[in-house]
């Protein structure tokens, strides 16, 4: 291929009209990459504000016990229930029991509250 002719390489100046409609535009650009670039460093500061005075809240499922003493207490079940098997989950407790009638229940016991949140009978179609 031949090399295009070294007038065509150089740019010609726009008109006066065009050069003013090209500094409007760039002038608008900058203005907006501007604004947007406030308005990001607004959210981030927002951001690190909320992160910095949050509070501490301490962990869900966490009981409160004096340092050196165990957790103590009573989980009521009906007369006659006998403990099959239980399961613990954070601070939930689940109670398979079989009842004084032969049927069979589950207890979801809540340690934090320290009371029964929860009973569903286990039963055969």
Partial sequence: MARPIAEEDEEKPLD????NVRRKLVRFMIVNLGLLFLALMVVIGALVYKARNAPVAAPAGDVQA?????LSGDIVLPVGAKVISQ??????????????DGSRSI??????ERRIIGQFSIRNK
Avoid: T
């Fill in 87 to 100: 399961s613990l989950s954070g601070n939930r407790l689940s109670i398979d029991a079989e009842l004084a």
């Fill in 16 to 19: 006066p009209a065009a050069e």
């Fill in 66 to 70: 004096p340092a050196g003493a165990p």
């Fill in 107 to 112: 207890f979801v016991y809540d340690i934090a």
